[in-house]
T-cell receptor, first 113, second 114 residues
Framework: SQKIEQNSEALNIQEGKTATLTCNYT??????LQWYRQDPGRGPVFLLL?????KEKRKERLKVTFDTTLKQSLFHITASQPADSATYLC????????????FGRGTSLIVHP | EAQVTQNPRYLITVTGKKLTVTCSQN?????MSWYRQDPGLGLRQIYY???????DKGDVPEGYKVSRKEKRNFPLILESPSPNQTSLYFC?????????????FGEGSRLTVL
């Protein structure tokens, strides 16, 4: 099954800067990768999906890249705001063609005013 | 409004007292799943269901049961809860074959077993 690594240390940045979070995976290359946001005590909320044939995807201030050679996805939030403070999870299919996602443990982002 | 509803949201119980956490979705999703989330361990899948009467074990199924008699409901049953089942539980659903594979999560059920 897929193993996913996200930085367990919280990322602290200043408001207005760009936050960059990393998701690394081992084993096979997935057909897609998803990013979710989770606020404390709440359920994760889907943000973006990027497919293996897409190098980059954007949605408002969010940008996701997907490098299948490095087995890595980067998640960027530009012009970050304190309201962006949350834990961000990446998720991949458990195996090729699977509908079952495997989640990383998430990285906490703290944006300071 | 599209949503996944879990009940109860908070529960304190004692070891051995059977309990059920209900989950209902109003989006006609085929796939439903239960997760538990513990500090430092992330989201771990307990059971999932690809459709009515079809259920399968996830990564941590021991001590749990599920059923899928109707498409919208997917209850999680703890026949004899133990303290190591104290956790935050999430139900999720998704449309199979959708464009994004987006999982919709419930608000969570915080369970404490004394």
């Amino acid at each position: 099954s897929q193993k996913i690594e996200q930085n367990s240390e919280a990322l602290n940045i200043q408001e207005g800067k760009t936050a960059t979070l990393t998701c690394n995976y081992t084993n096979y290359s997935p057909a897609y990768l998803q990013w979710y946001r989770q606020d404390p005590g709440r359920g994760p909320v889907f943000l973006l999906l990027i497919r293996e044939n897409e190098k980059e995807k954007r949605k408002e201030r969010l940008k996701v890249t997907f490098d299948t050679t490095l087995k890595q996805s980067l998640f960027h939030i530009t012009a970050s705001q304190p309201a962006d403070s949350a834990t961000y999870l990446c998720a991949l299919p458990e195996s090729g063609g699977s509908y079952i996602p495997t989640f990383g443990r998430g990285t906490s982002l703290i944006v300071h005013p | 409004e599209a949503q996944v509803t879990q009940n109860p949201r908070y529960l304190i119980t004692v070891t051995g007292k059977k309990l059920t956490v209900t989950c209902s979705q109003n989006m006609n999703h085929e796939y439903m799943s239960w997760y538990r989330q513990d500090p430092g361990l992330g989201l771990r899948q307990i059971y999932y269901s690809m459709n009515v009467e079809v259920t399968d074990k996830g990564d941590v199924p021991e001590g749990y049961k599920v059923s899928r008699k109707e498409k919208r409901n997917f209850p999680l049953i703890l026949e004899s809860p133990s303290p190591n089942q104290t956790s935050l539980y999430f139900c999720a659903s998704r449309l199979l074959g959708g464009q994004t594979g987006e999982l919709f999560f419930g608000e969570g059920s915080r369970l404490t077993v004394l």
